[in-house]
């Protein structure tokens, strides 16, 4: 059995879920970021994608990212579990960022100074990041979640409906292959 127009409607779905991902990801203050953008780096919207599959159970769409890391940023990271320091440090690279070193000054207070990003600055803050995040772990923003939930409810009549001409197509055709009855459009 063939459902052309189901199908139809499982692709659209498809393709509006992913729109509506990478809007939320290109969101300023989505999920409670206070005025940051999700998609620092705009590579884990451009990763975002699906695919689909017939099989004799039904119609199976998985969404997929190019992305490791799009499963913590949707689902976040318990605390517990030290991230990679070298995707830290990646991640430090490529942001606009200044960093910061505590030192103790003459008057023996604590302040920041801020220093130059090299190597080393970039590992050590890509370790103190990690012990935080080990620490306190990372809230999620499921940018994913609410964009299944949002195009799924639209999804509802037009699959409904996609499902009657389905029916009807296959019933159609069936009847066509009986001789003993007349069936016309």
């Given at each position: 059995?063939e459902?052309?127009?189901?199908?139809?409607?499982?692709?659209?779905?498809?393709?509006?879920?992913?729109?509506?991902?990478?809007r939320?990801l290109n969101?300023?203050?989505?999920?409670?970021k206070?005025?940051?953008?999700?998609?620092s780096?705009?590579?884990?919207?451009?990763?975002l994608?699906?695919?689909?599959?017939d099989?004799?159970?039904?119609?199976?769409?998985?969404?997929?990212?190019k992305k490791?890391?799009?499963?913590?940023?949707?689902?976040?990271?318990?605390?517990?579990s030290?991230?990679?320091?070298?995707?830290?440090?990646?991640?430090?690279?490529?942001?606009k960022?200044r960093?910061?070193?505590?030192?103790?000054?003459?008057?023996?207070?604590?302040?920041?100074k801020?220093?130059?990003?090299?190597?080393?600055?970039?590992s050590?803050?890509a370790?103190a990041?990690?012990k935080?995040?080990k620490?306190?772990?990372?809230?999620p923003?499921?940018?994913?979640?609410?964009?299944?939930?949002e195009?799924f409810?639209?999804?509802?009549?037009?699959?409904?409906?996609?499902?009657?001409?389905?029916?009807?197509?296959?019933?159609?055709?069936?009847?066509?292959?009986?001789p003993?009855?007349?069936v016309?459009?």
């Amino acid at each position: 059995m063939e459902f052309k127009h189901l199908n139809k409607v499982v692709d659209d779905f498809g393709k509006e879920t992913v729109r509506l991902a990478r809007r939320n990801l290109n969101l300023k203050g989505f999920a409670g970021k206070k005025g940051r953008k999700t998609n620092s780096s705009g590579d884990l919207s451009k990763g975002l994608g699906y695919k689909i599959q017939d099989t004799k159970s039904g119609i199976i769409i998985e969404f997929t990212s190019k992305k490791d890391y799009a499963k913590f940023v949707e689902e976040g990271r318990k605390k517990g579990s030290m991230p990679p320091v070298d995707a830290l440090k990646k991640w430090i690279k490529q942001k606009k960022i200044r960093l910061r070193k505590t030192v103790t000054n003459k008057a023996g207070q604590k302040v920041n100074k801020f220093v130059t990003k090299n190597d080393r600055s970039i590992s050590q803050a890509a370790f103190a990041m990690a012990k935080q995040i080990k620490k306190k772990g990372i809230k999620p923003t499921p940018f994913f979640g609410e964009a299944l939930d949002e195009s799924f409810e639209a999804m509802k009549p037009k699959a409904q409906e996609a499902l009657v001409k389905d029916t009807k197509d296959i019933l159609f055709e069936d009847f066509q292959k009986n001789p003993n009855i007349n069936v016309t459009r």
